[in-house]
């Protein structure tokens, strides 16, 4: 696959993937390429500098993939880890928890899981304190 900065006669600029160089050439010479902006087919290659990549050094450390790699993944980290920690799983029965707890049908306590659209614009509608969380459950429900 080769990645190509492109722009076209109007001066839209834009990227795409392409299998190849030849391909690309290919497409281009029928007319498959337009620009991702105003649809034209007079679309060029616009410079791009290569991407270079180094080598880390032997004595770097190794990061996995899954592991936090910035100030934000770590912050999301910690507190998918204060959540799990500190409250209740209850997946998908989250909106009829939270809402017998609203009721005084249940004690009130942490808890989080999953809600549709629907039943999640019914609990904010009724007055009852939901958020959203940015990260989703690792835990498996059945």
């Not at 281009?28 to 410079?47: D, F, I, N, P, Y």
């Not at 007055?127 to 498996?140: D, E, S, V």
């Amino acid at each position: 696959m080769i990645h190509y900065s492109l722009k076209c006669a109007d001066g839209h600029q834009f990227e795409s993937w392409f299998q190849s160089a030849a391909a690309f050439d290919k497409l281009q010479a029928a007319g498959h390429v337009a620009c991702a902006v105003c649809g034209s087919a007079q679309v060029e290659k616009a410079l791009m500098a290569p991407r270079v990549n180094h080598a880390a050094p032997a004595d770097a450390p190794k990061q996995s993939l899954s592991e936090p790699a910035n100030p934000a993944e770590q912050a999301l980290a910690r507190m998918r880890e204060h959540v799990e920690k500190h409250s209740t799983y209850v997946g998908g029965s989250f909106a009829k928890e939270a809402r017998a707890m609203h009721l005084g049908d249940t004690p009130e306590r942490p808890i989080w899981g999953e809600a549709n659209p629907t039943e999640a614009k019914a609990l904010i509608e009724d007055g009852i304190p939901i958020a959203p969380l940015p990260f989703t459950p690792t835990r498996k429900s059945n």
